[in-house]
Antibody, heavy 111, light 106 residues
Framework: QLLESGGDLVQPGGSLRLSCAAS????????MSWVRQAPGKGLEWVSS?????YYADSVKGRFTISRDNSENTLSLQLTSLRAEDTAIYYC?????????WGQGTLVTVSS | IVMTQSPATLSLSPGERATLSCRAS??????LAWYQQRPGQAPRLLIY???TRATGIPARFSGSGSGTEFTLTISSLQSEDFAVYYC?????????FGQGTKVEIK
């Protein structure tokens, strides 16, 4: 199971930290990613960890992915938020293909 | 890598065969996945490595292709199959998705 939290309404330029609690598999040996979906739009890969660190160009320098293997938790720190970052953020298992998805947490960037 | 799916919308009746296409702007070998997203739900992995069904996926779903041209086939549409389908390449960074094909009831 993957359970995201931390989504909220935030003003442009603001920051937010998303968390994902993992259970039911060996988190410490798993690659993990974040994928987002703007309202009514398609899927956009954001970041992956476990095969190195990778970021989409659209978030590089603003978002930071991290993990705590002792707590089975994946995190995404979002800074300098923009309106175009408004989306459901999914925590997903995998970094090549994504074989299990959480239900997502909504981030809304608006004044 | 730009992934282009066609058609944008496929209108079919239950029991019919669905054929969805995905094209990559350059070769991605067999590193291609397919996902299903039902309304209000998270996506679900159907196929990876172009033709390997994920755990628990019914045999009516099949994937084929390599290089730049890929196909997802649903042999006989069930009511629960009406959804949006996305392809995604996992050969290069950044990982990229197609824009989606909506399979709707005719």
């Amino acid at each position: 199971q993957l359970l995201e939290s931390g989504g909220d309404l935030v003003q442009p330029g603001g920051s937010l930290r998303l968390s994902c609690a993992a259970s039911g598999f060996t988190f410490s040996s798993s690659t993990m990613s974040w994928v987002r979906q703007a309202p009514g739009k398609g899927l956009e890969w954001v970041s992956s960890i476990g095969v190195g660190l990778y970021y989409a160009d659209s978030v590089k320098g603003r978002f930071t992915i991290s993990r705590d293997n002792s707590e089975n938790t994946l995190s995404l720190q979002l800074t300098s938020l923009r309106a175009e970052d408004t989306a459901i953020y999914y925590c997903v298992k995998g970094a090549h293909y994504f074989d299990f998805w959480g239900q997502g947490t909504l981030v809304t960037v608006s004044s | 890598i730009v992934m282009t799916q066609s058609p944008a919308t496929l209108s079919l009746s239950p029991g019919e065969r669905a054929t969805l296409s995905c094209r990559a702007s350059q070769t991605v070998s067999s590193n291609l996945a397919w996902y299903q997203q039902r309304p209000g739900q998270a996506p679900r992995l159907l196929i990876y490595d172009a033709s390997t069904r994920a755990t628990g996926i019914p045999a009516r779903f099949s994937g084929s292709g390599s290089g730049t041209e890929f196909t997802l086939t649903i042999s006989s549409l069930q009511s629960e199959d009406f959804a949006v389908y996305y392809c995604q390449q996992h050969n290069y960074w950044p990982r990229t998705f197609g824009q989606g094909t909506k399979v709707e009831i005719k």
